[in-house]
């Protein structure tokens, strides 16, 4: 099998399992641990389809969206499965859409003209927001599995306000440097 399909399939296969994820959390009575596996899974297929595509030595600008579609598509789907059952808080799942969409077209617009084959300007914040909205479906369904919904409410409300911090400080950095960018020299 040639390696790019074979590597391309790897991040593919996290979509399945982000609908499997989500099917649990929306039907299983105490998803947590269902879910715990499941997004083994999903980080095992994260973690190695970039590093197999290093070693392979076959990164591409296709590739670095699939895996950054990929990973939105987990990330806003556990979330949204995650809102409908109460758990999770709506305002949060603008903060995430907001992000990924400031994140995409900050890209586009700083990468214009580079050579890199990633279609994507990381930058140090943003990769810690990034992060943490991964990790965010499985912290909330901890927090609910173990915590009593009062302290499960405020612990929630205390995690989500420090990420959304973490994405606002993440785009204030990306807009002023696309603005900066933007202005003639003098």
């Given at each position: ?35 715990i ?29 699939l895996?950054?579609a990929?990973?939105f ?12 059952r ?14 990924f969409?400031?994140?995409?077209g ?7 003209g ?38 499960r ?8 306000a420090?990420?959304a ?11 002023s ?10």
């Amino acid at each position: 099998m040639n390696k790019r399909i074979f590597v391309n399939a790897l991040t593919v296969s996290r979509i399945p399992l982000a609908v499997l994820f989500c099917c649990a959390v929306l039907s299983a009575a105490s998803p947590f641990f269902p879910c715990i596996f499941l997004f083994a899974g999903i980080a095992a297929s994260d973690y190695s389809d970039g590093k197999l595509a290093r070693k392979y030595g076959i990164q591409s600008a296709a590739g670095a969206v699939l895996d950054v579609a990929a990973d939105f598509f987990f990330i806003l789907s556990a979330c949204l499965s995650l809102h409908s059952r109460g758990l999770f808080p709506g305002w949060m799942l603008a903060v995430i859409l907001l992000k990924f969409l400031e994140f995409w077209g900050t890209s586009a617009v700083l990468k214009r003209g580079g050579g890199n084959a990633s279609a994507f300007l990381f930058d140090p914040l943003g990769r810690i927001a990034a992060v943490l909205f991964y990790l965010l479906p499985v912290l909330i369904l901890a927090l609910s599995h173990f915590l009593p919904a009062g302290i499960r409410q405020a612990a929630s409300a205390v995690l989500c306000a420090g990420m959304a911090a973490c994405a606002i400080l993440s785009s204030i950095w990306r807009i002023s440097l696309l603005a900066k960018s933007r202005r003639p020299d003098p």
